[in-house]
């Protein structure tokens, strides 16, 4: 369900009924997110480029945990639900402590982040903070903190590249209306490098 017109899976053809098949679920399902792109299938082959390569590329180095716990945050502080949930689904199965993630549930809904996390992911959630509200703020020493948490410098990229993409991604939902109801939350690729694997969950 979204604001605009969408073309279901059943009704599409060409590009578009190609990259619908790419990233369907085990009963035919494509995520509404995805689904708002069909007026312009190019639009949806992009963000499916920057999703894997910012989520799910087996050279990234943070772990896919935390690369989940980032969006769910940025998703929070961002108001946008359907990232939020559809994510800390994402998260929970990467966890995979049904008492881990309830702390981090509580984390989420008392904005308590500072207090509950050990330093690396609190120097994360940090930066990302301030990059999602106050992004005009930021300078040079925002990286130093994450520093002396041990991020290398690729490690602070692939933080920057998800709290972007997560602005962009709850800004493409909560702009045109895009709801989660219905959907199996959580989803994702099991190995996003080959495109052929999209398909796969």
């Known amino acids: 369900m979204s604001w605009i017109r ?5 009704n599409a053809d060409g590009r578009l009924a190609e990259l619908y098949r790419q990233v369907a679920g085990p009963h035919g399902d494509v995520d509404q997110i995805l689904q708002a792109h069909s007026l312009r299938p190019h639009t949806l082959a992009g963000h499916l480029a920057l999703y894997k ?3 799910h590329h087996s050279r990234n180095t943070l772990g896919r945990a935390t690369l989940e ?3 769910v945050f940025v998703s929070h502080w961002n108001g946008c639900v359907y990232c939020r949930e ?3 689904a994402g998260l929970q199965r990467h966890v995979r402590d049904e008492v881990q ?6 984390a989420l809904e008392r904005d308590s982040w500072e207090t509950d996390f050990e330093a690396r992911e609190r120097e994360l959630l940090r930066y990302a903070r301030k990059l999602t509200l106050h992004p005009a703020e930021m300078n040079e020493a925002d990286l130093e903190p ?4 041990g991020l290398t410098d690729g490690e602070i990229l692939e933080a920057n590249q998800v709290v972007a993409y997560f602005q962009y991604a709850n800004r493409t939902v909560n702009g045109l209306g895009v709801s989660h109801e219905g959907e199996q939350l959580g989803l994702a690729p099991s190995n996003l490098d080959d495109e052929s ?3 796969h969950r």
């Open 6 to 10: 969408i073309v279901p899976p059943a």
């Open 53 to 55: 390569a910012v989520l």
């Open 69 to 71: 716990l980032l969006g």
């Open 86 to 88: 559809h994510h800390f």
């Open 101 to 106: 993630t309830q702390a981090i549930r509580r």
């Open 146 to 149: 994450l520093r002396a948490a």
């Open 197 to 199: 694997d999209w398909g």
